[in-house]
């Protein structure tokens, strides 16, 4: 069945730096979605990937959807403590529509100050 | 206005028994899914109910069930339960696409 591969798993970064978040699939995605998860919170929406080289910005975040919709990355700059938490991405398999979203296994991220 | 609320907060069962929890989707939103978070994991989907049907189900076995009333709010019943199911057990709301999930029901089973 379909996997959605991401790595690093973990990833510690000194407030300031810049952290990338890499999402892998073996087929081609419709779309991706990116959540992030504060520690013992819930997942939140954050963004929708839908066309094939897309990029999209929101402040200190940029998502990148690749040419061949197999992969997309989430990118912050210049971190800050409050980007703390797991950021996961979520597909929906090409072959069963897109009602069920399968998620990545996550990168969890810490900052330290 | 109310985004996803879920209830109970927590609850503590033993194997065998029987479970049932409520999701009250966002307001406009007709469509919900639930999801199963294992600590330490990605949620993994459970099924998607859209006008009181089951639209889709995930890898779950049929002791995992569910039900969506008329005015959108949603169950998920889990009978006889195992220590494995102990989780987060998530609903997410949609509209459209994106999802809004609720604050999830923290599920352990002794």
């Known amino acids: 069945g379909q996997q959605v591969m991401q790595i690093p798993q973990y990833q510690h970064v000194q407030e300031g730096e810049d952290f990338t978040t890499y999402c892998n699939s073996s087929?081609?995605?419709?779309?991706i979605q990116w959540y992030k998860q504060r520690p013992g919170g819930h997942p939140v929406f954050l963004i929708q990937?839908?066309?094939?080289?897309e990029v999209k910005k929101q402040k200190r975040l940029t998502f990148q959807f690749g040419e061949a919709k197999k992969n997309s990355s989430l990118h912050i700059t210049a971190t800050q403590t409050t980007d703390v938490g797991t950021y996961f991405c979520?597909?929906?398999?090409?072959?069963?529509?897109?009602?069920?979203?399968?998620f990545g296994t996550g990168t969890r991220l810490k900052v330290l100050a | 206005d109310a985004g996803v609320t879920q209830s109970p907060t927590h609850l503590i069962k033993t194997r065998g028994q029987q479970v049932t929890l409520r999701c009250s989707p966002k307001s406009g939103h007709d469509t919900v899914s639930w999801y199963q978070q294992a600590l330490g994991q990605g949620p993994q989907f459970i099924f998607q109910?859209?006008?009181?049907?089951?639209?889709q189900r995930g890898n779950f076995p049929d002791r995992f069930s569910g039900h969506q009333f008329p005015n959108y709010s949603s169950e998920l019943n889990v009978n006889a339960l195992l220590l494995g199911d102990s989780a987060l057990y998530l609903c997410a709301s949609s509209l459209a696409g994106e999802q809004f999930f609720g604050p999830g029901t923290r599920l352990t089973v002794l």
């Open positions: 087929t081609t995605l419709s779309n």
């Open positions: 990937l839908v066309k094939s080289g």
């Open positions: 979520a597909a929906p398999p090409t072959t069963s529509g897109t009602y069920k979203y399968i």
């Open positions: 109910y859209y006008e009181e049907e089951e639209r």
